[in-house]
């Protein structure tokens, strides 16, 4: 399937829109989540869009505790340890997009920075819910 640059641009705004949506609500959305409850969790993610997704991929591919501290894994995984998390898994989607956006074409490129520009969102967003335990810095395993 062929899908112009006009379209790809189209797309790439409705995404954006949900985008400015979703994140006027993210941090009552999340503020008193605690991500023990199934249902909460689901809505998390759903809520979370593509960060949701890369949290809820990731786990998958690579056991969450070898990603965290050692300390945060022996002494269990709380809150703030997902949000520090969180955190390190968009600031990494950011470095990739970072990374990629020489192979773009130019049709590609806004939406590559568009969609990088909301990982960044994203990050800022859990870095707030961390304080001051957010690194600023991209999850190097990743």
């Given at each position: 399937m062929h899908i112009s640059a006009k379209d790809l641009a189209q797309?790439?705004?409705a995404v954006d829109e949900k985008h400015h949506e979703a994140m006027k609500t993210f941090r009552e959305e999340t503020g008193d989540i605690h991500l023990d409850?199934?249902?909460?969790?689901?809505?998390f993610m759903k809520k979370a869009g593509?960060?949701?997704?890369?949290?809820?991929?990731?786990p998958a591919l690579l056991p969450a505790a070898s990603l965290l501290s050692r300390a945060s894994a022996a002494k269990g995984i709380t809150?703030?340890?997902?949000?520090?998390?969180?955190?390190s898994v968009?600031?990494?989607?950011?470095a990739i997009y970072g990374a990629a956006a020489g192979l773009l074409s130019a049709g590609v490129k806004p939406v590559g920075e568009l969609f990088a520009k909301h990982h960044k969102d994203h990050a800022?967003?859990?870095?707030?819910?961390?304080g001051?335990?957010?690194?600023?810095k991209p999850n190097a395993k990743l």
């Open positions: 797309m790439a705004s409850s199934l249902n909460l969790r689901r809505s593509v960060g949701g997704l890369a949290l809820a991929a990731t809150d703030v340890d997902i949000a520090v998390y969180a955190e968009e600031l990494a989607a950011v800022a967003a859990f870095a707030s819910l961390a001051s335990k957010a690194t600023g």
